[in-house]
């Protein structure tokens, strides 16, 4: 089979490579679309921990494919039949596993990261995914480029729980990304009065006009602080979601939030550089809540796929790159451009 191996920083290869052999309780996929995402980008240029100088790996977590044979002691599942695979597994045995916030395994597994991944016409799932919930059916409706999309879905369905995003709220949203536009979507779904969305580039912010943002600003130009205001009435924004890895973002979230505001720090920070000024006087007068939420659970993935399924949110608006895996090294140089959102790779 064809797979893009990870060789060191820069040096991602198309290999032939054996199809993986399964073992009774496994499954084999065939994989038909996998996304690009910023973690991708991070393994791409070095910077994972997972993927240490040594480092052979297929990376790819975002990624959906058809069963294509099935262990002999598995029943559960039949050859041919469309699944995402929810790329988190937890080891199944600590008190985290156990409440299923499996995101948060201090010893977990998950495909692109620790196993072979999506970048690759097959892949094989180990019994712990098959057992813990992780290989999801999807409704025939649902597009197939757009499906790997469900994972990072989760991630943002997972952080707007930690901030409860409700009817009526006013939503700031820093950072029109691919995440960003999730978050907006979803916002919208979940009936908050008014998302402004903020963002440097252009293209991103029509998108997000586009997609539903009732006020969008570039903070390059505009003043953010004046259209929170505008747009709240004076109070501030219920919600503000970081979806940026920006410093700037993260301390202005403080003083762009209503009263008891719900702030999410969404995105993380540069690993030698995580420290940002931080007013807790802010925090103290507004009673705010300030919390961070990092990727997702298996049953966040099932919520979000079932979301997806339901048509309540259409993710391939998000799309902008479609490539075979052959094209790998282009993929990811599109990915890397700032007027990408999402690009897939199409396995068939
Ligand atoms: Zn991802
Ligand atoms: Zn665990």
């Known amino acids: ?24 309780r496994e499954l084999l996929l065939k994989v038909h679309a996998a996304s690009i995402c910023a973690t991708d980008l991070r393994i791409f240029s070095g910077q994972h921990r997972k993927y240490g100088a040594d480092t052979r790996r297929i990376p790819g977590h975002e990624l959906v494919g058809t069963i294509a044979e099935v262990g002999s002691g598995i029943h559960e599942f039949g050859v041919g039949r469309r699944v995402f695979i929810a790329p988190n597994i937890g080891c199944g045995r600590c008190p985290l596993c156990w409440r299923g916030v499996n995101n948060l395994c201090p010893d977990y597994d998950a495909f692109g990261i620790t196993l072979d991944g999506g970048f690759a016409e097959y892949m094989r799932v180990p019994e712990a995914a098959v057992e813990q919930g992780n290989v999801i059916p999807l409704a025939d409706s649902v597009d197939t480029a757009a499906a790997p999309l469900i994972e990072p879905f989760a991630c943002v369905l997972h952080g707007q729980d930690r ?28 009936g908050a009065a008014r998302v402004i969305v903020s963002d440097q580039f252009p293209d991103r912010l029509r998108k997000a006009t586009e997609l ?27 919600v503000v979601l970081v979806a940026a890895p920006a410093h700037k973002a993260m301390e202005e979230a403080l003083s762009l939030a209503a009263p008891e505001g719900r702030i999410n720090y969404f995105a993380g920070l540069p690993k030698d550089r995580p420290e940002i000024r931080f007013n807790a006087n802010l925090v103290h007068y507004k009673e705010l809540i300030v919390t961070g939420s990092t990727g997702c659970s298996t049953s966040d993935c099932r919520r979000a796929a079932e979301i ?41």
Request: proline share 4%.
């Open 1 to 24: 089979m064809l797979a893009a191996v990870y060789h060191g920083p820069e040096d991602l290869r198309l290999e032939e490579r054996p199809i993986p052999r399964i073992g009774d």
């Open 163 to 190: 901030v409860s995003v409700a009817k009526d709220d006013v939503v700031l949203i820093q950072g029109a990304g691919p995440i960003g536009l999730m978050h907006l979507l979803l916002a919208k779904r979940n």
């Open 212 to 238: 539903g943002a009732d006020h969008v600003v570039n903070f390059t130009t505009d003043d953010v602080v004046e259209a929170v205001a505008r747009a709240s009435g004076g109070a501030g924004a219920n």
């Open 308 to 348: 997806v399924c339901s048509g309540a949110v259409d993710l391939s608006v998000l799309i902008t790159g479609r490539y075979p895996l052959g094209e790998v090294q282009a993929a990811f140089q599109a990915a890397r451009r700032g007027s990408s959102l999402k690009v897939v790779m199409e396995l068939d």
